[in-house]
């Protein structure tokens, strides 16, 4: 039985910052770029991820975000000294710990919402309750569902954000840039030899990615083989023998700036000397902080990941 802590810790691993890819995958509703060059005030239409269309007559002034991904791409966007309230965990950039939080993806407190007189509320499509929405349309007050599935969406996402309620031509740069460096990412990894790769989000029950998360495809794009790529859930419960089957030449686990749950993690595997990853010494600590929202710190994740792919090559002559 997991300890009260580690429990906490795969609860929010899992509950708070996984399940937002366990839907089928739609994209986002603004798929097409904004030019860069646009700073327009007149009325621009947006599609959430739920397939709603909006109209927004003017940028949004007073927003609660509900979800520390939607938080991240806000502030992100130019909207930061426009967010009014917050949800628990959005902890980035630091100026987001000084804004009051009014609940979570599942539960609100709507009496506090009321009284900051807000003019937009974005959500976490797979997170907020049927409760939440209901009142929301009940009280006549503007949300728009947000769940960006690929990397292309988080861009996407974040240039939409700039029209709708911050600055277009920061969110266009900014969200200019991270395509940039995404894409080159591709280039330059997407057809080296394949790693086989596990991905291990947490290790007591052994819980792990498929292809349909985003990080399934930043893997890919490093170069790696998911060895559960092919699983239809984004996020599941895995068997210690499947993993043992597989044989993955690296295992990838967050906890690289928590000593002791790396620690924890090597002891872990440190038992299985069969594994090529263990033999070979190529059990990997990454930064979660940097990929496990879809947010443009993604992209310095995929990053960190590709050039550790890339040192497990180097290492056997690849």
């Known amino acids: ?21 366990l839907l089928p995958v739609q994209g986002f509703g603004a798929a097409t770029p904004i030019e860069s060059k646009s700073s327009s005030t007149a009325p621009f239409v947006a599609v959430d991820d739920s397939g709603r269309r909006l109209v927004f007559p003017q940028r ?4 609660v975000s509900l979800a520390p991904h939607i ?15 917050t949800s628990r965990f959005s902890d ?3 100026a987001a710990k000084d804004i009051p939080t009014i609940g979570d993806a599942h539960s609100v407190n709507m009496e506090a919402l009321l009284a900051l007189n807000v003019d937009l509320v974005v959500a976490w499509q797979s997170g907020v309750s049927h409760r939440t929405i209901e009142m929301l349309e009940r009280l006549g007050i503007r949300y728009f569902l947000s769940e960006p599935k690929t990397v292309e969406n988080m861009i996407e996402s974040l240039q939409v954000f700039g029209r709708i309620a911050g600055d277009p031509l920061q969110a266009n740069q900014r ?3 991270l395509l940039q460096r995404w894409q080159s990412l591709q280039k330059m990894y997407l057809s080296k030899s394949p790693v086989r790769v596990f991905y291990q989000i947490w290790y007591e029950p052994l819980f792990t990615i498929s292809s349909p998360h985003i990080i399934g495809s930043v893997i890919e794009t490093c170069g790696g083989e998911n060895i ?10 895995t068997q210690l023998e499947a ?14 700036n928590r000593p002791r749950d790396r620690k924890t993690n090597n002891q872990f595997w440190q038992r299985f000397p069969q594994l090529p990853a263990v033999k070979n010494d190529h059990l990997i600590a990454l930064p979660e902080e940097w990929l496990n929202r879809p947010s443009p710190r993604l992209i310095k994740g995929a990053e960190y990941m590709c050039q550790q792919l890339q040192r497990v ?6």
């Open 1 to 21: 039985m997991l300890r009260s802590a580690g429990l906490v810790k795969l609860i929010k691993l899992i509950a708070g910052l996984f399940l937002y890819l």
């Open 60 to 63: 949004s002034q007073r927003i």
């Open 71 to 85: 938080t991240e791409l806000l502030f992100a966007a130019g909207a930061g000294d426009r967010i009014v309230a």
């Open 92 to 94: 980035y950039p630091a």
């Open 175 to 177: 969200a200019e840039q």
């Open 228 to 237: 559960f790529s092919g699983q239809p859930q984004a996020v599941f419960r």
């Open 243 to 256: 993993v043992i089957l597989a044989k993955p030449e690296v295992i990838l686990f967050g906890g690289l």
């Open 313 to 318: 090559r180097v290492s056997r002559g690849w």
